[in-house]
């Protein structure tokens, strides 16, 4: 997803896995919702069994969704989908003008509301070859993982609850969000243009771990400008190509520290120029600039920029800098402490480590400061936010992803038992006292 923009990316997941101590999986010294007792609940049970029954038909749908055309800001089949989905259940979805298709399952009333999230669209062209290949369980497509996987969780969660007639006190928000990969635009419009909501489930992101914080994204193309001459004509004039070489190279030896503590910057397009015998009038590259830092973000922000212009001044070409988005970090996991504390975070690494989703895995790793999913607009505006992973999956936003079939049933659980545990307030079973 921007996801992996989105997503931790795979080597920023293995970056946090290697730095992590290996803690065994102690008692928390965070306070959490979860009651095991809730699994023996008749409708959970029955919600549970419901799950595993329909799977097949889960993954069918998941195979089918993944099939369809979904690049972002063209989500209309996928959005046309989910909306005849939700309506099949007795809802009455909307679609607002960003193309998110938004569904209310209403509550008796006194509870907290919580939305659910999941983004519709994928970076692919619409053209791309997305049939979907099997080979045992590994379901080979792209966009298949991030984040087709977690629309079919979302949907499997719906029938379920309708099928086991789960009852809940506040409102339970479904929304299939458009233009995630473009930078969160579709959470971002809602969450600015809805009443608050309390609670933000993301099923997105990596797999058994729980992410509460937002790497700030900050997008800018950097586009160099010259009055362009004929080869014959060029000894000695100023070229927008040397300054842009120039330019490059500089911002490639600023010194700062790596993720997850500090930032990492990408410079991932260079474009310009029309012919081979001519000085081009125009060229651009564009700086993909992330921290989870609000500071260290600003500060290399407007470091970037100031090189950048010294290097057009010394090079007498023009400049001009356009902001093509700036999504707010949510700060550094120090700075993250009281989101951490609340009992959504350590509800859902609980749910995790009963589902045996998070079985083995370093004690760092199951909840992180950090993310790149639609949960990050909601952890800037302070609302309680995790993103929760909707499959195991590799290869984002490349030809070549894939995910693992089977690990989407346990994903399903973890959104439904996460809701069931909230539908009617948020109850707190305090820390477990650390004994050094």
Do not use: C
């Not at 290949?133 to 991030?146: I, K």
Request: net charge positive; glycine share 10%.
């Amino acid at each position: 997803s921007f996801s992996r923009m989105r997503h931790f990316t795979t080597a920023l997941t293995a970056l946090v896995f290697a730095a992590a101590p290996l803690a065994a999986q102690q008692p928390s010294q965070y306070p959490t919702s979860w009651d095991p007792k809730l699994l023996e609940r008749p409708d959970v049970k029955s919600a549970m069994a419901m799950l595993e029954k329909n799977f097949p038909q889960q993954l069918e749908e998941w195979v089918r969704l993944t099939e369809m055309p979904g690049k972002s800001g063209q989500e209309q089949a996928r959005g046309a989908y989910v909306k005849a989905a939700f309506e099949k259940e007795g809802l009455k979805p909307t679609v607002d003008s960003i193309g998110n298709v938004v569904a209310v399952r209403k509550g008796t009333g006194g509870g907290p509301t919580i939305v659910i999230m999941a983004h519709m669209d994928v970076v692919f062209p619409n053209d791309t070859p997305r049939k979907v290949r099997r080979s045992g369980d590994t379901l080979f497509a792209p966009g298949v993982g991030d984040n087709t996987a977690s629309v079919a969780n979302m949907l499997a969660t719906l029938r379920t609850m309708n099928a086991t007639r789960f009852a809940s006190k506040g409102d339970i928000i479904f929304i299939g969000t458009t233009q995630e990969e473009l930078g969160l635009k579709g959470a971002e419009y809602w969450l600015r243009t809805n009443p608050r909501p309390d609670l933000l489930i993301v099923p997105d992101g990596a797999f058994g771990s729980v992410a509460y914080g937002a790497l700030g994204i900050y997008w800018t193309k950097y586009v160099f400008t010259g009055p362009g001459a004929h080869t014959l004509a060029s000894r000695g004039r100023p070229t927008p190509v040397r300054a842009v070489a120039a330019a490059i190279d500089r911002l490639y030896q600023l010194q700062f520290p790596a993720l997850p503590d500090g930032a990492v910057m990408n410079i991932g397009q260079i474009h310009g120029g029309n012919i081979f015998n001519a000085v081009p009038q125009e060229l651009y590259f564009t700086v993909d600039l992330r921290s989870s830092d609000p500071v260290l973000l600003d500060s290399l922000d407007r470091t970037i920029t100031r090189v950048t212009q010294e290097v057009a001044t010394e090079y007498k070409v023009g400049l001009r800098v356009e902001i093509e988005q700036k999504n707010q970090a949510g700060g550094t996991e120090k700075q993250l402490a009281g989101a951490r504390a609340h009992p959504l975070v350590q509800t859902a690494v609980d749910i995790n480590r009963a589902l045996g989703i998070s079985t083995g895995m370093p004690g760092a790793m199951e909840a992180v400061a950090t993310g790149a999913t639609d949960a990050n607009p909601g952890v800037v505006r302070k609302i309680p936010s995790i993103a929760i992973g909707g499959s195991k999956a590799n290869g984002a936003h490349q030809l070549t992803e894939y995910a693992l079939a089977s690990t989407a049933l346990p994903s399903t659980k973890l959104l439904y038992l996460l809701t069931a545990t909230f539908a009617d307030g948020v109850k707190v079973v305090p820390p477990a006292k650390i004994v050094p």
